[in-house]
């Protein structure tokens, strides 16, 4: 089992910039995929980076977001520059164990609860 925690929300005004951190217990996560998900008020849960060996973004942030891990902290974070107001959700991170790089909310066996970022205009 895996159980994973994110911080490092909060409320920003547009153009700033959050950090979020998902730390991880229970499994090591060296050899996971890990992913950052986004959901806001009625929309479906989106898929915003993962890290494995390399990176993956969608397009909405990229140049904008940074994905990155640390394996000897079983932590992965989230570097959040240029925030707009679309950004506004909950962020939750995710592990997977496929062997591949996936976009997919289904390939993400493990979730955290979630951290909540409000961006104002």
């Known amino acids: 089992q895996v159980q994973l925690v994110e911080s490092g929300g909060g409320l920003v005004q547009a153009g700033g910039s959050l950090r979020l951190s998902c730390a991880a217990s229970?499994?090591?996560?060296?050899?996971?995929?890990m992913g950052w998900f986004r959901q806001a008020p009625g929309k479906e849960r989106e898929f915003v980076a993962t890290?494995?060996?390399?990176?993956l973004y969608a397009d909405s942030v990229k140049g904008r977001f940074t994905i990155s891990r640390d394996n000897g902290k079983n932590t992965v974070y989230l570097g959040m520059n240029s925030l707009k107001p679309e950004d506004t959700a909950v962020y939750y991170c995710?592990?997977?164990?496929?062997?591949?790089?996936?976009?997919?909310?289904?390939?993400?066996?493990?979730w955290g609860q979630g951290t909540q970022v409000t961006v104002s205009s």
């Open positions: 995710a592990a997977s164990f496929r062997t591949w790089y996936s976009q997919r909310v289904g390939d993400y066996a493990y």
């Open positions: 890290i494995g060996g390399s990176t």
């Open positions: 229970g499994r090591t996560l060296s050899s996971a995929k």
